[in-house]
């Protein structure tokens, strides 16, 4: 990456003072917006002791300060480090590193020797390459390096693919997040389904299906109010017996929790149409007095 806004031109030298070699790693980038941290994945193409170029899953601006963190291969740790957006375009992004310790860049330079890294040539290295192949080819000799362009083409291959890769499984991630709000949806539906009534009993009738309860608690507030009456509920009883659904008909609020707190436990023997359990509604009274 040069620190310059733009890359060099194909004609103009490398500005690069330090080297850099080719490395696929993955790479994570976070930039802070409106206070918020974004977190954009992606992997290197080269890294040196200056910066790093990277292909991100995401958009940076030039002159963004980000954070980088560079997991290589052979290095336990990841490299951390602060860097400055040089330049964006296409998802690929150069980044020069900003306040990069001296123990930083001796591991960089640790690394490059143990993974015996390939550097990165600059644009006057590759003239003298290209001359040698062209000769070697008017010689008729084989086994020479191939042709510059034939690399950037190999090169761009890669980064489409790795690019391609990213948003594939970007778009898995959000599609598998859907479906899951789809399943969900579905089972909220069903459940709804399942406690519709399928009759509408008489109190008396409930009344004598009733198989265990559970009395209310008078709550201290409605006592020190003095408050009492009669809380009507209106109960769906499940087929299995147990209340799946209900709410008070009337009276103050604070009585109308206590009585639902306690029907919740209350278990019916269930209610039963030509032999076979239904979903049964029905009310019933809850007395409250001091």
Known sequence: ???????????????????????????????????????LPGRSVNLGESGVAAVLAGELLPGEAVGVEIRLPLMEDPLRTRALVRHHDKLRSG?????????????????????????????RARIPIEAAAGKGSESGGAGGAPPPSRKRRRRGWIFLLASAAILLAILWWRWNRGW????????????????????????????????HRADPDYPEAARSANLQGVIVLDVVVGRDG??????????????????MDALRWWR????????????????VAVEFKP
């Open 1 to 39: 990456m040069a620190t310059g806004a733009q890359e060099p031109g194909r004609d103009q030298p490398s500005r690069r003072l330090r080297p850099r070699y080719r490395v696929q790693a993955p790479v994570d980038v976070t930039v802070l917006r409106s206070g918020i941290p974004d977190t």
């Open 95 to 123: 980044m020069e590193f900003v306040g990069l310790s001296v123990e930083q860049q001796a591991a960089i330079r640790d690394w490059a020797g143990t993974a015996k890294a390939e550097p990165e040539l600059g644009v």
């Open 180 to 211: 899951e709000d789809l399943e969900s949806s579905l089972r909220r539906s069903e459940t709804t389904a399942e406690q519709r009534p399928e009759a509408h009993v008489p109190a008396e009738v409930m009344e004598k299906l009733v198989t």
């Open 242 to 259: 147990s209340v799946v659904d209900l709410h008070a008909l009337n009276g103050p609020e604070v009585l109308a929790r206590a009585a």
């Open 268 to 283: 019916f023997e269930p209610y039963r149409v030509d032999g076979k359990p239904v979903v049964a509604e029905t009310t």
